[in-house]
């Protein structure tokens, strides 16, 4: 069966300074491995995603994700985050025509 | 609104009311699905169609009704609606990225926040 782990509830991070939200995955085959964020009051938007090629993945408002097989993660990342990333972001996995379940998600507190 | 419009945004039901949310794409757009979102549940799959007058389950579909009767519209009914239904309702259309594998993303709509009395 395919699952999705978001470990931490929420990440606090000042602005100016990377961060990192992480996500691990469960599937047997490849998995095709997706980023959503949904902003207060909002419908869920996609970020970016990782089908093939790449191990590292480059998304929407400067958000990047490395796919790393051995770990089975596919953490999100941005070099420097802005107050306005503040929201709650989910990941997502699905094998081929299988459903895509989703995380619990993080939500990101960005700091002035 | 990602091309997927939702209605009504807000609902409150009493036990055992019935009713429909409505979601409708206009993109012709083959796949399309409605999610719960729950906290600290994440968003579950109630019910999936890849097509007008195919349907299947998803993760959690008791309790909810769905149709396709043509490409635009997918609604999801509540016969009898109870408590436990109290959530966020998301729908959504998927974008074929020209792979057989529905390999793209979702769109969603705005959701639906459904409150059971």
């Known amino acids: 069966a395919q699952s999705v782990a978001q470990p931490e509830d929420q990440v606090n991070v000042a602005e100016g300074n990377p961060l990192t939200v992480k996500c691990t995955y469960s599937?047997?085959?490849?998995?095709?491995l997706f980023w959503y964020v949904q902003y207060p009051n909002r419908g869920l938007q996609f970020l970016l995603k990782?089908?093939?090629?790449?191990?590292l993945v480059k998304g929407s408002y400067g958000f990047e994700a490395e796919f790393n097989k051995s770990q089975t993660s596919f953490h999100l990342k941005k070099p420097s985050a802005l107050v306005s990333d503040s929201a709650l972001y989910f990941c997502?996995?699905?094998?081929?025509?299988?459903?895509?379940?989703f995380g619990t998600g993080t939500r990101l507190q960005v700091f002035p | 609104n990602a091309g997927v419009t939702q209605t009504p945004k807000f609902q409150v039901l009493k036990t055992g009311q019935s009713m429909t949310l409505q979601c409708a794409q206009d993109?012709?757009?083959?796949?399309m699905s409605w999610y719960r979102q729950d906290p600290g549940m994440g968003l579950r799959l109630i019910h999936y169609?890849?097509?007008?007058?195919?349907?299947d389950q998803g993760e959690v579909p008791n309790g909810y009704n769905v149709s396709r009767s043509t490409t635009e519209d997918f609604p999801l009914r509540l016969l009898s609606a109870a408590p436990s239904q109290t959530s966020v309702y998301f729908c959504?259309?998927?974008?074929?990225?020209?792979?057989?594998?529905?390999?793209?993303?979702?769109?969603f709509g705005e959701g639906s926040r459904l409150t059971v009395l």
């Open positions: 959504a259309r998927l974008d074929l990225d020209g792979l057989a594998e529905y390999t793209g993303e979702l769109f």
């Open positions: 997502a996995v699905k094998r081929n025509t299988d459903k895509l379940i």
């Open positions: 169609s890849v097509g007008a007058g195919i349907t």
């Open positions: 599937v047997s085959g490849n998995p095709y």
């Open positions: 990782y089908i093939t090629g790449d191990n």
């Open positions: 993109m012709n757009h083959e796949y």
